[in-house]
C-alpha cells in the first residue's frame, strides 16, 4: 500500500481545506485510514479515522464539529474537509493505513505513511 497526501496550503482563519489521501495497492480497500497532524516541535497527534467500510468514523476533540473524513465508494481516496480553520491547526497532516477493523489513534498502529502535506492558518 502507496499513500499520497494532497491538498494543503495556506489559508486565513476560518477558512477551509480539504486534504485527500490517494492510495495504490490491491489490498487499500480493506484498509482503515486515520489522518494525523504534526505541528512543529511537537509529536504526531491522531486527528480522525474512518473504518474500510466507511461505517466508522471518528474525531479528536480538538476538530469534532469542524473535520469530516470520508472515502470514495471505490474507497481509493479518503478526504479530510476541514471547516472553520483555526491557527492552532497548523501543522503537517499525514493519511496512515492500518489492517485493524477498528482503527486507533496510536501512531504504532499504522504500517504505512503518507509524505505529509503541509497545512498554515493564518490569524
Known amino acids: 500500500v502507496q499513500l499520497q497526501a494532497y491538498g494543503g496550503g495556506l489559508v486565513q482563519a476560518g477558512g477551509s481545506l480539504r486534504l485527500s489521501c490517494v492510495a495504490s495497492?490491491?489490498?487499500?480497500?480493506?484498509?482503515?485510514i486515520s489522518w494525523f497532524r504534526q505541528a512543529p516541535g511537537k509529536e504526531r497527534q491522531f486527528v480522525a479515522a474512518?473504518?474500510?467500510?466507511?461505517?466508522?468514523?471518528y474525531y479528536s476533540d480538538s476538530v469534532k464539529g469542524r473535520f469530516t473524513i470520508s472515502r470514495d465508494s471505490a474507497k481509493i481516496t479518503v478526504y479530510l474537509q476541514m471547516n472553520s480553520l483555526k491557527p492552532e491547526d497548523t501543522a503537517v497532516y499525514y493519511c496512515?493505513?492500518?489492517?485493524?477493523?477498528?482503527?486507533?489513534?496510536?501512531?504504532?498502529?499504522?504500517?504505512?505513511w503518507g509524505q505529509g502535506t503541509l497545512v498554515t492558518v493564518s490569524s
Open positions: 495497492g490491491r489490498t487499500f480497500s480493506t484498509y482503515a
Open positions: 474512518i473504518g474500510w467500510r466507511g461505517k466508522i468514523t
Open positions: 496512515a493505513a492500518t489492517p485493524h477493523v477498528v482503527p486507533g489513534r496510536a501512531v504504532e498502529e499504522y504500517d504505512y
